[in-house]
């Protein structure tokens, strides 16, 4: 893959920035900032060597300006010279403003320091019902990653996956992703307005080839990451890692998650599966299935009690397929009650919980071996009540296509991405 070295400009650049400014006051700076959005990925050089650049960019208030910040220092160089990351700038500005939402482009994506801060700007912006921060960023900011070879000097500082794998489970107030194409016609349309002077030809560059390329192999790197964290906190006692997560980021463990699905029924035996897992599917384009999962013999929430948690926070979510592996117990099937009594009144809501084995009632077809749990069946059976805003039942044939298919959707959206990136590597290996 041919990766652009230039990352010294020869034009004049625009002092270090302390604060957060209009993006106007830094308009002729324009080429050089894009320059070094377009350098900083994947395997690029990281503050303080390089400059890292963050604009603030406000959708859906338009009476709001455009700002912009930086990192400080920037030039020259020193290797023990402590400076101001450009997050640190953002958010005490952000902190103060009532916005719905909110768009950070950053060169580099947050270490873990500045992940931290964020994560606390987004839990005291939750009382806010229509505040939203989607941060999205060109380069993986100190972290080994996967697309590394022994010729980068990509390193991992301590806590920078930790802090991004954070910020992810933030949803539904903040969102984490890498730069797409549609980002870089956003980004230059912000830079390109505010200069009648720069035309917007010298400043596209969303339609080179190794640009898309890079970007393929920045995602690519993202979800490895957030999946090895997800991993590590599955290893973990499992009051660490009750979180739902994107089911895009579990593509390591499709195969063991399909297990525990086919293994868990119709009765629950000494030997069978100790885990719940809980996939929620969306019928609309724009949210992204979720999945949580936890264990039995801790004292934590079950797995339907995070999902609950999570679509509190939906407004409008459509109609949802709630998959699980175990039937929900009779606190979790009152506490869906309670959520779907909340939800009677959001137009089109609709929960279809589907389960694959019952293991917290005892029952006619219970024999002295099994260790399903003597509970009252009533919570259930209410829950079945629940019509026409919920549905409860069993597997089919078709929940088990339907349930394969999302994960073959995972699946091949990975295995492109790979293809995709050892094509880049192959092309790079034809052009050196």
């Not at 350098?39 to 912009?68: K, Q």
């Not at 590394?148 to 992810?168: D, H, I």
């Not at 596209?204 to 999946?227: C, F, G, K």
């Not at 948690?309 to 699980?324: D, P």
Request: some cysteine; charged content about 25%.
């Amino acid at each position: 893959m041919a990766h652009s070295t230039s990352y010294l400009s020869t034009a004049p650049r625009t002092p270090a920035i302390s604060k957060v400014v209009p993006l106007t006051e830094v308009s002729g700076d324009f080429p050089n900032i894009l320059d070094d959005f377009t350098n900083s990925g994947p395997h690029g050089r990281p503050w303080p060597m390089g400059r890292t650049h963050l604009i603030v960019h406000f959708p859906e208030n338009a009476e709001l300006p455009d700002m912009y910040t930086c990192s400080t220092p920037v030039d020259p160089y020193t290797s023990n010279t402590t400076g101001v990351h450009a997050e640190m700038n953002a958010i005490p500005y952000l902190e103060n403003l009532h916005v719905k939402r909110v768009v950070m482009y950053l060169n580099w994506s947050p270490c873990s320091g500045c992940s931290g801060e964020i994560k606390k700007l987004v839990e005291t912006k939750r009382s806010d019902p229509d505040f939203f921060l989607e941060i999205v960023f060109r380069g993986v900011y100190k972290i080994r990653k996967e697309s590394c070879t022994q010729k980068c000097n990509c390193r991992t500082a301590p806590g920078n996956p930790e802090g991004l794998y954070n910020l992810s489970l933030l949803e539904p107030f903040c969102t984490l992703r890498s730069f797409n194409r549609k980002d870089w016609q956003d980004l230059e349309r912000l830079l390109d307005k505010r200069d009648p002077n720069i035309a917007f030809e010298e400043l596209s560059i969303h339609d080179q080839p190794t640009n898309d390329e890079m970007d393929v192999e920045v995602a690519t790197d993202l979800v490895a990451i957030l999946r090895n964290q997800y991993k590590g906190y599955i290893a973990r006692p499992p009051t660490q890692y009750g979180s739902l997560v994107p089911l895009k980021y579990m593509t390591g463990d499709i195969e063991g998650i399909l297990d525990d699905f086919r293994s868990s029924g119709p009765h629950f035996y000494p030997n069978s599966v100790p885990r719940t897992h809980l996939i929620l599917h969306f019928r609309k384009d724009d949210l992204q299935s979720m999945h949580t999962c936890t264990s039995s013999g801790f004292d934590e929430m079950h797995a339907e009690n995070h999902a609950i948690s999570y679509l509190q926070k939906r407004q409008k979510t459509g109609r949802i397929v709630m998959y699980l592996n175990w039937a929900p117990c009779h606190d979790c099937s009152n506490a869906l009650i309670a959520l779907i009594q909340e939800k009677e009144t959001v137009p089109d809501f609709f929960l279809e919980i589907v389960f694959r084995g019952i293991r917290y009632n005892r029952r006619p077809s219970c024999t002295v071996h099994c260790g399903c749990v003597d509970e009252s069946p009533e919570g259930l059976r209410a829950l079945s009540r629940m019509e026409p805003y919920c549905t409860v039942r069993s597997f089919n044939r078709q929940d088990w296509k339907n349930l394969e298919g999302l994960f073959d959707n995972i699946e091949r959206w990975h295995r492109d991405s790979i293809d995709g990136d050892i094509a880049d590597d192959f092309r790079w290996m034809q052009y050196q």
